[in-house]
């Protein structure tokens, strides 16, 4: 009778793991289609029609109230910004990755940087373009942009990248600094609220693609005493995670109901845009839909970072 070492048999997915990964994939997959839609609907409302124009162009000079003093801080925040710093966290994003020993997560973040920054220059040069109708202010297309989705595609990658318990205050982080640099574009009257949202849009579908490929990756296996296992970090508590999706919801819910009745209210008054009541109104509206987008699109990425690491069951 043989004296060898009988080895435990290997842990495997349940039978249910392929349709779990295939859901996660065709949701990630929706996320990043409604993006994309979703950009091409603030193009058309509100750079393609002379109402669209209008309103943006109310917030655009509602900047002005009180600029000198908020612009000290924004210029320091859009100052960061740069291909230089791009690049950078490119760089220690994958080099996280890499030291975790997520090889494949490397690549899908240079996919998530590189497809977002990219897609947002060949749509705001290339695809998209702003028709003269008249109104002032207008200097060519600006959607989406380019500062925004630097911001916001740094944060997301930093989202991929982290530790499994880093993950929810990774979001938290992202969703406040994409905000800061968003309203910090439309305080320098760089950008108009409608081309802030768009980047964001932008980054939350390369987001949503990059978490599909997750999904799709093999889980990593690893040797333990002889016995093969599927490897996983710790996840973060479902305390944490319950009330970091709903405070950043509940965020971005109030911000959207503010934005909407401040634009309501400005789309209501075409006629009357040039009032300073007006231009103010319609400023903290796009900065309220700035503040939703980004707490609402981290939200969704976070969610859809978690499902796609835990697409298959602890070894």
């Not at 996660?24 to 603030?42: D, E, N």
């Not at 599909?212 to 990756?217: D, E, G, I, M, R």
């Not at 009541?277 to 987008?293: C, K, N």
Request: hydrophobic share 55%; aromatic share 6%; charged share 10%.
């Amino acid at each position: 009778m043989s004296n060898a070492p009988t080895l435990p048999a290997p842990v495997r997915p349940t039978p249910d793991a392929g349709d779990r990964r295939g859901m996660v994939v065709a949701v990630a997959v929706g996320v990043a289609a409604l993006s994309f839609a979703g950009v091409f609907l603030l193009w058309r409302v509100f750079v393609d029609t002379l109402a669209g124009q209008q309103v943006e162009n109310a917030a655009f000079q509602g900047a002005l109230y009180g600029q000198t003093q908020l612009w000290r801080v924004a210029e320091r925040v859009l100052d960061v910004v740069s291909v230089g710093f791009i690049v950078a966290v490119l760089l220690a994003a994958m080099l996280i990755a890499v030291l975790r020993r997520r090889w494949s997560l490397a690549a899908q973040v240079a996919v998530l940087m590189i497809g977002a920054n990219l897609t947002t220059q060949v749509l705001k040069k290339w695809v998209l373009y702003r028709p003269d109708l008249g109104v002032e202010a207008s200097y060519g297309n600006t959607l989406p942009s380019g500062h925004t989705t630097a911001a916001a595609s740094v944060s997301a990658a930093l989202l991929l990248v982290v530790p499994p318990r880093a993950r929810p205050w990774a979001a938290v982080l992202g969703a406040g600094y994409t905000t800061a640099t968003g309203i910090s574009t439309l305080i320098g009257q760089w950008h108009r609220p409608s081309d802030v949202v768009a980047a964001v849009l932008v980054v939350l579908a390369w987001t949503a693609i990059a978490c599909a490929l997750v999904a799709l990756t093999p889980a990593r296996a690893s040797t333990a005493t002889g016995a093969l296992r599927l490897s996983v970090d710790p996840p973060p508590t479902p305390a944490t995670m319950r009330g970091v999706v709903a405070g950043l919801l509940i965020v971005g819910v109030g911000a959207g109901a503010s934005a909407v009745v401040a634009l309501s209210h400005t789309w209501q008054n075409l006629d009357d845009l040039d009032a300073r009541a007006e231009e103010v109104t319609a400023y903290l509206g796009g900065a309220a839909g700035v503040l939703m987008a980004s707490c609402l699109a981290f939200a969704i990425m976070l969610l859809l970072r978690q499902a796609a690491a835990s697409r298959l069951p602890r070894g």
